[in-house]
């Protein structure tokens, strides 16, 4: 007998979790550190544990056991299949376990359960859609470096390839080199070593250098213009002839969103609620099948 529901949003960032009764509201929230799949499966699900500890603590309820509960978990790197049937496999004993992708999660408590599309870009940038034949897909969110154009670490190592290139004399040296120089290193050396060392938290970052330098630079304009572009372009790949409402979510798209082309503009909607909202959607959903 599942007695507590919980959705969980899990990232690099953190994990937040919400707890609940089968049909009923919002008891409690909690949170905890990050719980990405590709920071390790075990630091995930402490993380986790940990994250419905404090919701319980927040409702004023002893924690109830893992056996009573149904787990609607969205976690960042779910569409790793390695990842994910490792994670499931470790599971500490929940009566019902979902995993999702975050950004699924993302979609589906920003429609509140109804068909839609979301662009996401912050750290990382991926559309996804969800039909009203229950069919999905999905569009850029390739991983960093290689993918994920428009998001905030690609504005960011985008920003520092420019300030490599002032260096030797390909570019000039503007606003933005300027400020890229001072964060992360003024001579060749010390740049290439900050550039080796970075990963796709570090690159992001520098993404508020290149909104703030805009106005001042055309370099920055430019590479703005182009996440646009490239944010334009993934929201048309997700549902080309614009029947579906679309939500723009994260730091930067919300930043970027009133730029994006107007065919893309007009499916706009502000986004129902958040993505632990939407991992509580999905367990509902799945213990009202089973009763």
């Known amino acids: 007998m599942v007695d507590f529901l919980i959705g969980v949003d899990g990232g690099g960032s953190g994990t937040r979790a919400l707890l609940a009764r089968p049909g009923g509201a919002v008891l409690g929230h909690g949170e905890a550190g990050p719980s990405a799949l590709g920071q390790g499966i075990g630091p995930a699900w402490v993380q986790v544990q940990q994250a419905v500890r404090a919701a319980f603590a927040n409702a004023g309820l002893a924690v109830a056991p893992w056996a009573h509960c149904g787990l609607a978990a969205g976690l960042s790197g779910a569409n790793n299949q390695p990842w994910y049937d490792k994670f499931i496999a470790q599971n500490p004993g929940f009566g019902k376990l979902l995993v999702e992708t975050d950004s699924f999660v993302m979609l589906v408590g920003a429609h509140a359960g109804q068909p839609g599309a979301i662009v996401a870009a912050g750290t990382g940038a991926i559309g996804e859609v969800l039909r009203a034949d229950g069919s999905r897909s999905s569009s850029n969110g ?82 703005l213009d182009r996440a646009v572009s490239a944010l334009d372009a993934t929201a048309l790949a997700l549902d080309a002839p614009g029947h579906l409402p679309l939500a723009v979510l994260g730091s930067v798209g919300k930043r970027l969103a009133h730029r994006l082309s107007p065919e893309v503009r007009r499916r706009c909607v ?11 959607t999905l367990i509902r959903r799945e213990i009202e099948t089973d009763r």
């Open 142 to 223: 390739w991983g960093f470096p290689v993918g994920d154009e428009g998001s905030g670490a690609w504005l960011g190592l985008h920003a520092a390839q420019l300030a490599q290139q002032a260096m030797d004399g390909r570019a000039e040296a503007g606003p933005l080199v300027r400020r890229v120089w001072a964060a992360c290193g003024s001579e060749r050396e010390s740049l290439q070593a900050w550039c080796g060392n970075a990963g796709q938290f570090a690159y992001a970052q520098l993404a508020p250098a290149v909104f703030d330098c805009e106005a001042s630079d055309p370099a920055a304009a430019a590479l």
């Open 270 to 280: 502000t986004e129902a609620a958040g993505p632990a909202d939407g991992a509580l």
